[in-house]
């Protein structure tokens, strides 16, 4: 039988990609078997002469064609050749046109509220290609400890492991995570809470939107911090909340200038974001004494607290809580890695029954064999061994971008006083910083603008915010020299 054979040069591999030479081959492969490109009866080059064409080992070409034999995408015939198999899993659909089909449906009527249009923290896809990214919640990978976490990861695969991730276990977490949660996570932040009192949540975005659905209801008053986080406010006034936003001082929330009925309030007392400052402790009991005397709830976004090389954090505003009126949210994804999307939410049993409940609504719960490697990687002292690893490296980035920031006059307007790994600053008045975070790309410069923090604002915003956990320690000083020539020419342009 004739058989027509693929042409070699259809084949490339990306070197910069970071991804098996193996793996690439594969998947290419399959991209064009279920794109149908390459249809049942084609031949395959042969493993010389793919090998030669893209410049790497024949072995390396024959395990990529037999792994795919094993999976039912190619056929052997005699001679050892390769061609794509008559039971391939092609698409039945055949070519469809990427030309957006047209419709008479007016979305924008079916869809009243609108989420597309709101202000958005950007977080560039290929950060990693700009030599200066002081962008905050990116992780340096030279610092994670990538072979613990992969030996974490298989043993979670293991027989028995699997059994107990492979199943649909509805509204349950994986006890070895919460209990380590318990034991371990909680009581370093003063918390005392039972397995039922704790629901794992896909990272600290799904515990707040959590939080947010349960207690949305018509006439809801929710009050949050100005600057604060915008995803908070936008999902908030998504679910059809009212919202007060109070402005913050050098302490935080003003607990003096809450508004009167709030029956929410949305507070990041360790680590404020976007400012990075503490709340101190008398604020904070004034908080939870407003919160008994006016029937209000705080919800709680206790957030990095482990980058404490400075000094130790103070307690969670949770630790203070003897009413229950505190819901609190932590994340593994800020000292772990943010692709990881692993958080927890604690809270009085009744709330987190309703909200465990809720999440199996959305998502039935997080994946498995995350929840299992990474209770693995925290009960075998990996975490711990990290953050000691990561203070230390943030805390001399950041007595390195404090001196080129004060050697460059630009002004450090808030910083967290147990360490963290960011400044907020201030740019002279006038200065958009939108603009500023722009121009900067062309530096090879990555910044966060402060207008997405800010409530309804109409002026230009000065203040931006730079992070330290993103860039390497030599590339910091090159970096806020940069920063600062722009501002200058950005001045001097009026």
Known sequence: MNRITAPEEIFFLDRSQGQGLQAQVRESLVSAILARRLLPGTRLPSTRKLARHLEVS??????????????????????????????????????????????????????????????????????????????????????????????CARRALGRRDFEDMASDVAVADDPMLVNYICSSTLPRRGIAARPSEVLVTVGAQNALWLVVQLMARDGLHAVCENPGYPDLVS????????????????????????????????????????????????????????????????????????????????????????????????SFSKALFPGLRLGYLVGPEPFIREARHLRSLMLRHPPGHQQRTAAYFLAFGHYNSLIRDMRKAFAERREITTR???????????????????????????????????????????????????????????FFRIAYSSISTGRIEEGVRRIARRLRAIGAAG
Request: charged share 25%; with cysteine.
């Open 58 to 151: 024949r072995i390396t070409i024959t395990l990529a064609y037999q792994e795919l034999v094993s999976q039912g995408y190619l056929a052997t015939a005699r001679r050892s050749s390769f061609f794509i198999s008559d039971s391939a899993p092609i698409s039945a659909l055949g070519d469809r046109s990427t030309e957006p089909a047209e419709t008479g449906i007016d979305w924008a009527a079916k869809l009243p509220r609108s989420l597309s249009d709101r202000r958005m923290i950007e977080k560039p896809y290929d950060w990693r290609t700009f030599p200066y990214p002081f962008i905050y919640g990116q992780m340096d990978m030279s610092l994670f400890h990538h072979n613990a976490w992969r030996d």
């Open 235 to 330: 999902a908030l006034r998504w679910s059809g909340t009212r919202v007060s936003t109070v402005d913050v001082d050098e302490h935080g929330l003003p607990t003096d200038r809450l508004p009167p009925g709030a029956d929410v309030v949305f507070v990041t007392p360790s680590h404020h974001a976007p400012t990075a400052v503490t709340m101190p402790m008398s604020r904070r009991s004034r908080l939870l004494e407003a919160a008994d005397q006016q029937d209000f709830v705080v919800v709680e976004d206790d957030y990095e607290f482990e980058m404490s090389f400075l000094a130790p954090p103070s307690p969670a505003l949770k630790s203070l809580d003897r009413t229950g009126r505190v819901i609190y949210i932590g």
């Open 404 to 462: 080129a920031l004060e050697r460059e006059g630009l002004e450090i307007s808030g910083a967290a006083s147990f360490g963290g790994t960011n400044f907020w600053v201030k740019g002279p008045e006038g200065l958009d910083s939108l603009r500023l975070a722009d121009e900067l790309r062309q530096d090879g410069v990555l910044i966060e603008a402060g207008a997405p923090f800010f409530d309804n604002c109409r002026e230009p915003i000065p």
